[in-house]
């Protein structure tokens, strides 16, 4: 991982890294407008700033470790530290749960050094971070669109590198979510009594989600809106193809018994 990783050089004494992380000076901006929780920097040389970062990390100070990556490049934004500290402050910000701040950071690196060998990890940072927020089907999924095309990123610009294949399975899980989300709102609709608007929701499951676990409900309740909107015909094309794909199915059951009720001249 990033942060086992990123740094190349001999591991300082713990007497080094103590020292290094008391840099820290807590005051206000004298005289300059700042808030009394504003954080000033000593400046460092870049080395024992990185560390200091570093250990922070490590001890599960995020936050600290965060600020101090970001005070690597503000104080040394030409070093080839300032790249590595970079990437580490978005890490630092995913792990403390700041996806907000790990997105902007990890957007930074991509936008300075698209074509570094950390790329993907960036990228695949970004894609973590709308992952990590993703929340029920009774809410809004904006954020897991942004999941769905980061994680495609991943894939698109990566296939060969180590984070394709855990996008690749967050993607189905994603797209899962997304046709809940579907459903939820076909079912509502349904259950109001509004046939088309229902029908353009569970179609849209068939149509863009077919490889998900909501599939065989969306036919079924295909077979049950097109019914219910008069279309036979269009009911058993639904049911149709729900036998032909899930035949042993709970769902293609209840779809055939409704046909043989609602609509028996077009059931065989």
Not at 40 to 57: G, H, M, T
Not at 135 to 146: A, E, H, K, M, N
Not at 165 to 186: F, P, Q, R
Request: overall charge neutral; hydrophobic content about 40%; aromatic content about 10%.
């Amino acid at each position: 991982m990033i942060a086992a990783s990123s740094a190349s050089r001999p591991v300082r004494t713990l007497a080094l890294a103590l020292a290094s992380g008391s840099m820290l000076l807590t005051a206000a901006c004298a005289g300059g407008g700042g808030r009394p929780d504003d954080t000033a920097y000593v400046a460092r040389d870049v080395e024992s700033l990185y560390f200091a970062a570093k250990e922070r990390l490590d001890r599960g100070q995020v936050k600290m470790a965060a600020a101090l990556f970001d005070e690597v490049e503000r104080q040394h934004p030409y070093s080839p530290w300032a790249r590595r500290a970079q990437l580490m402050s978005a890490f630092s910000y995913y792990v403390g749960k700041n996806y907000p701040q790990a997105i902007q950071s990890a957007q930074r690196f991509l936008s300075i050094h698209p074509g570094n060998k950390d790329a993907p990890y960036a990228s695949y940072l970004i894609a973590l971070s709308y992952y990590e927020q993703i929340s029920d089907v009774q809410r809004d999924q904006q954020t897991t669109l942004l999941a769905k095309t980061a994680l495609t990123e991943v894939v698109r610009r990566y296939p060969e590198s180590s984070y394709a294949a855990d996008a690749k399975l967050k993607l189905d899980l994603v797209n899962d979510h997304l046709a809940g989300k579907e459903m939820t709102i076909g079912r509502f609709y349904e259950d109001t009594g509004k046939w088309l608007a229902a029908t353009m929701r569970f179609r849209k499951v068939v149509d863009e989600y077919q490889t998900t676990s909501h599939t065989a409900e969306a036919l079924y309740r295909l077979t049950e809106t097109y019914l219910a909107l008069g279309i036979p015909e269009e009911a058993k094309k639904s049911a149709a193809v729900l036998g032909a794909n899930y035949p042993g199915s709970e769902w293609y059951e209840k779809a055939f018994d409704l046909m043989q009720k609602k609509a028996p001249e077009f059931a065989s």
